[in-house]
């Protein structure tokens, strides 16, 4: 009944054209942004027919004796239209457990996307990993403002923003990316010793291929950036992929100023405001001071859940 075909780059415009339609996939699983680093990885990707009709795509890298969906997204999973039921989603996962398999794949790791950022329930996958004897072996915590009835500010933060809106500072879209990456490297590394995931040359090109949906926001005060926040619009959801203050941002709470602003203004007719994961080594640790701060907003928890199936 159902047709398992490899990607390749040829089905770049079907495949993007079937993401656009689907119920659960966004710009991270477009090809323009998935293969920015395709050097990095080897791409098992599938697309899944049924008479001819594209119904799927299977976001998919391997390596070592494992496939993943996909080594180099955050989530992904099966990307599916409204066309594809309950029953048949079961058939698909056994196929694509087939098709690894032959390929000499020993374990699949699906990373779900989590159902915020679904934008029509789409979890028949789950219950096929269950019922093919998948198991949940890392979960990390997301924090998400429910934008429709979003819980209020606590009183600590609203004084916050308070205190930022009388310190004269300029909210900005469209910044300076070079700038903000300066910032958000320099904070990193002070904190935790780590650089960005994306180098500058590949947020200007990922911005360069999607610039509606990829857009910096900075406050300033004269000429310098005082904070900065990088979105990804995904339409009924968005969601922080960084954050960054100056020191002198940090004393004049310039970020909280800035992210008041997304949640109550700019992007307030949304469905789910996303400040991504607090958690370490797998969901092991949680960052109890950094998911506080996300919580002091509104935002409360979602799961992201990675799967492991032995083949």
Request: charged share 20%; no cysteine; proline share 3%.
């Amino acid at each position: 009944m159902f047709t398992l075909k490899p990607y390749a780059p040829t089905d770049a415009l079907a495949w993007d054209a079937l993401v656009r339609q689907s119920r659960n996939g966004n710009l991270l699983h477009r090809r323009g942004y998935m293969d920015y680093h395709a050097d990095r990885f080897v791409d098992g990707s599938l697309m899944i027919e049924r008479a001819g009709e594209l119904l799927a795509v299977f976001p998919a890298s391997i390596k070592d004796g494992v496939a993943s969906s996909h080594g180099g997204l955050t989530y992904a999973g099966l990307i599916s239209t409204p066309a594809l039921r309950t029953e048949w989603t079961l058939e698909v996962l056994e196929r694509i457990g087939q098709h690894y398999r032959a390929l000499g794949m020993q374990r699949l790791v699906y990373k779900a996307v989590p159902h915020v950022f679904h934008s029509y329930p789409a979890e028949e996958d789950l219950y096929a990993l269950h019922r093919l004897g998948a198991t949940l072996t890392r979960r990390d915590v997301s924090s998400v403002v429910a934008l429709r009835a979003p819980l209020p500010f606590n009183d600590g933060r609203r004084r916050a923003v308070g205190k930022a809106r009388r310190a004269g500072m300029q909210i900005r879209a469209n910044g300076d990316l070079q700038a903000f990456h300066a910032l958000l490297s320099s904070v990193l590394d002070e904190r935790y010793g780590v650089a960005p995931t994306h180098s500058l040359e590949e947020l200007h090109l990922l911005q360069s291929r999607f610039p509606a949906q990829i857009v910096l926001y900075e406050a300033r005060r004269e000429d310098a950036m005082l904070a900065g926040v990088l979105v990804y619009d995904f339409g009924h959801a968005v969601h922080t992929q960084y954050l960054a203050a100056s020191e002198e941002g940090r004393q004049d709470n310039a970020l909280n100023l800035l992210l008041a602003e997304l949640v109550e203004q700019v992007y307030a007719d949304r469905q789910y405001f996303s400040f991504g994961i607090s958690t370490e080594r797998e969901g092991q640790v949680l960052n109890g001071g950094l998911i506080t701060q996300k919580e002091h907003f509104g935002a409360r928890a979602v799961v992201h859940d990675f799967y492991e199936w032995v083949l």
